[in-house]
Each structure stands twice: as C-alpha cells, then as structure tokens.
C-alpha cells in the first residue's frame, strides 16, 4: 500500500526565504506527483504535476523535483512571500491503482 | 464560471441523522470527485464518476455512505445514519477530461478543481 509522508508538518520562516518542501513516498510505481495548495478553510489548488518520466517541473517561484527511484519529491519555493502561507500537500498516483495517496501536508506561515 | 459549489458550507447534526452533502460541478465538465479531509486519516478520494456514472467507489468507507449523481450539474453525498467518526470535511471537485492518471497523456496542467468543502460535525 502506497504510504506518502511530508517533511516537515510545519514551519514558519520570514519573508524573502527560500524553502524546500519535502515529500517522500513508498511505491516508486507512480504515474504521476501532483503539488497542491490549500488556504484555511479552503479546496485545493493545483500547482505542479510531474509525470513519471519527468525530473521537474517550474512555475513562476516554484520548482518540484522527482526522483522516482529514491521516492522522494522536493517542492521548492523561491523568495517567500507572505502570501505563500498555506498547507502544501503532494499527492501520487499508483500505478494500477487509479486512487490517489495525499500526504498530510507541510503547513507552512511567512511571516513580514 | 462560479467554480464547483458545495452546499452545505457547515453542517452539525446529531448521530443516527441522515445528512445529505450536495455539489454542482463546473459545467461541462465530466468528471466529478467526492472526497473527505481529517486530521487522522488526511484526505481520501471516496468515489468519483465519469458522465453520471460511479466508476470506483472503493474508497467508500461502508455501506452507510452512497453517492448519486442524477445529472451533469448535480450530485449528493448521503450518509444514513451518520455516525461521531464520520466528522470531517468533505470536498467535491470536478474536471473537464480525465484525470491524468487514467488517459495517462500529459498534460502539465491541473485537471480537477475543487469545491470549499462541507465541514461535518456529527455529535
């Protein structure tokens, strides 16, 4: 069964920091590693998918990695910003399974 | 577009009480998620369906939950009798195409949007 853990469950730095996200999971036989953010209260926002035979994906501030082979995903935020507070989650796609495993997320306050 | 809407946004109800969770995905989209957030278990797909019809319900907890979706722009989330544990929230998302791990194209993109959520409180 498809376990994924996210490091640190929390963390509060200044503005202006870059950071680094992690995320690790068991089965290295995804389809696919998908990003999101979530705000207080909120759904979940997309921001990243990387495909199983991708190394990274970039966004604006945002780069996620892939290593497949080691089971890890690092999401990687440049020059925080206050409006960067959130809960990041990762969630894979197994193969075979279909059903996504969410990790229980990185809650994460930049503070001015 | 409004965005997927769910209704309601809160609910409090007592154990043994039906509750009925209602979301209208974006139109035209296809695909619709029901999922459920906790602090213990995190967040679980439930069960999703591609044009009205339910395709994989096994995330699907017990028989006391059953999902419908009578229409494109339309579907429900029951639990009878609903029980403490059950406290959560729950989100609907939709998507227009598939999502990517069952077409397994690549798109880069995000294909499911999801609602605000219903936070359920069963006492």
């Known amino acids: 069964k498809q376990e994924v853990t996210q490091i640190p469950a929390a963390l509060s730095v200044p503005e202006g920091e870059n950071l680094v996200l992690n995320c690790s999971f068991t089965?290295?036989?995804?389809?696919?590693l998908q990003w999101f953010r979530q705000d207080p209260g909120k759904g979940l926002t997309s921001l990243l998918l990387?495909?199983?035979?991708?190394r990274e994906q970039t966004s604006g501030r945002l780069n996620a990695s892939l290593d497949k082979s080691s089971g890890r995903s690092t999401l990687y935020i440049a020059a925080s910003q206050p409006g960067d507070s959130a809960t990041y989650l990762c969630?894979?796609?197994?193969?075979?399974?279909?059903?996504?495993?969410f990790g229980r997320g990185t809650s994460l306050i930049v503070h001015p | 577009d409004a965005g997927v809407i769910q209704s309601p946004r809160h609910e409090v109800t007592e154990m043994g009480q039906e509750v009925t969770l209602r979301c209208k995905p974006i139109?035209?989209?296809?695909?619709l998620f029901w999922y459920r957030q906790t602090m213990m278990r995190g967040l679980e797909l439930l069960i999703y369906?591609?044009?009205?019809?339910?395709?994989?319900d096994s995330g699907m907890p017990e028989d006391r939950f059953s999902a419908k979706m009578p229409n494109a722009s339309f579907s429900t989330l029951k639990i009878q009798p609903s029980e403490p544990r059950d406290s959560a929230v729950y989100f609907c998302?939709?998507?227009?195409?598939?999502?990517?791990?069952?077409?397994?194209?690549?798109?880069?993109?995000?294909?499911?949007?999801f609602g605000p959520g219903t936070r359920l409180l069963v006492l």
């Open positions: 998302a939709s998507s227009f195409e598939p999502p990517l791990h069952l077409s397994g194209r690549g798109a880069g993109e995000e294909t499911q949007y």
């Open positions: 089965d290295s036989a995804i389809y696919n």
């Open positions: 990387i495909q199983s035979s991708q």
């Open positions: 969630a894979v796609i197994t193969g075979g399974s279909y059903i996504p495993t």
């Open positions: 139109s035209g989209h296809d695909y």
């Open positions: 369906f591609n044009n009205n019809v339910p395709i994989d």
